[in-house]
């Protein structure tokens, strides 16, 4: 079972694997790239665990599960971060704290083409993840031991990516994260001051300034963040306030495909297929339909290394002023 | 003149570069590796700016100064991420906040000889580089506009290093780092529940346990950390109270020399001269000497990559238990 340990100065927790210990002469140089049947292709079903969602348009009924014939497949990830069985056990351990690594981690492979990129996929294929991202998100919402579900995509091995199939992962934590609740207690605290959501103010002035703004459409706005971490780092926001992803109308993830497919293409032409995360930032489960926190995406390229500087001080030095990214991207004619 | 740039959500600060920007044909293929003359080297001292500290033991008071002749040199970065000139202007910017990048950035280069590794200096030259860093710190420390002085190392490319010539860096900046208040505000909120330093306890937990201890000396104790957030993540803490660095004793640097020593020659011998970043936590000016605050080294081996998951979480997933790496590093003979 992996075990959750918390950090007894900051409160971050990590998740220590306890079976699949990595030694350090598995450290070595980066692993070859597989060769052989890729296990997401069509005809490989039999090598991931039994799914979990899939759409398969054109069948009936009566469509067998784990054979080909999907245009989408999730399954649990057959060597998971966090296991789905099992309690918390929290317990103290001298002045540490640690519990069972109970959660889910599974995978959504979003085409059957394995050659394909993301931005290669019609607007209609990505709005079928982004179906599937709610569909598992609702689902997973039903376990009382679950807080919260991060759903992100690496893409390219330099981004993290172990297969090249396109994919998406997610994972479902028995905590809510650190990233998520600095983002919530910031969100809250802008509200007391101001009673209005600093997204919704993030929206308004990048509509109004237009000089980080990479696209629109009637649903969400493209922008470069005023303060990005890494170069063409670009976010992507519901124009009108929306607390949780996982009550997007289907109407609405039309227009996401279409800003996400936008912003991926342009990201393809201006970087020359970067490796990069996206990642989906949502309310976490149990806490309502909030007024001040705002659902979004966000998409780092991976085109700096994290040095000592970064892990230390959680500065980052970002060459590139997002107004520029911004008219680039924007000049890009796709 | 750099920027500062503050996320309106969680607070973060960045650094925008808006001289030498990276547009997007910067961000290619890796750089070769440099060809031709090394700057760090003696005889090129004329290649960087002018010297602010050195070391010429053998030298009397006459040695000229940007010459060789030197055992440690340090002087400003000729690429800052930072400036010393100007003033901060914080201002506003719509619902955002920026100030100018005040600061300071400079290169410590640890030994004449190019192609020595850290773990190959002696433990008095080791002790040196200490010196050297106390002596840049309290330098800095009498300015004003600066809050903190982030001193840490990249060692390989894959650790962001960018020259190979062994040398630590110095970034002073106007504002506490997130990480740093962070570790504050945690050790803080450690100290009003238990009135100890959860430090000092980590210490003591870790000279009783002794599963995670890697190695100890008189006043040092190596260890891997309870949660950390990489493999063979090893920190260094003094054994008793200790919250500013910059007041650490000639003696207590000849045993922090040592103890570095031995932990870099392990993970040296462990992991095969691995890429790692090196980082020394400390008070931040202004703040006195704290009963909460304690400070310590950092060593973070680059042996993952950080992917979606993690950038979007701010959790990490570490398949190597620190009770094994402990025992791999306390086994090593060296």
Known sequence: MPELRKDPIVGRWVIIATERTKRPHDFGSRPEPRRGLCPF??????????ELYALRPGDGPGARANAPGWRLRAFPNKFPALRVEGELDKA??????????????????????????????????IAGVLGAY???????????????????????????????HPHSQLIALPVVPRVVSEEMKGARKYWRLKERCVFCDIVRQELKER???????????????????????????????RARFEHTSNEDFTLLANALKVAATKLNVALDDPPYNFI????????????HYHWHVEIMPSLMQVAGFEWGSGFYINPTPPEEAAKFLREIDI
């Open 41 to 50: 292709c069509p005809g490989q079903e039999g090598m991931t665990p039994p």
């Open 92 to 125: 103290g351990d001298g002045i540490y704290d640690r519990m069972n690594g109970v959660g889910a981690h599974e995978v959504i492979v979003e085409t059957p083409e394995h050659n394909k990129r993301f931005s290669d996929l019609s607007e209609a294929d």
């Open 134 to 164: 709610r569909h598992r998100m609702q689902d997973l919402s039903r376990d009382g031991r679950l807080k919260y579900v991060m759903i992100f995509k690496n893409h390219g091995s330099a981004a993290g990516a172990s297969l090249d």
């Open 211 to 241: 000089v980080r703004l990479v696209y629109e459409n009637a649903s969400f706005i493209v922008c470069e963040p005023y303060a990005p971490k890494f170069p063409f780092e670009t976010w992507i926001l519901p124009r009108v306030h």
């Open 280 to 291: 989906l930032h949502t309310t976490p489960f149990g806490e309502g339909d909030p007024d």
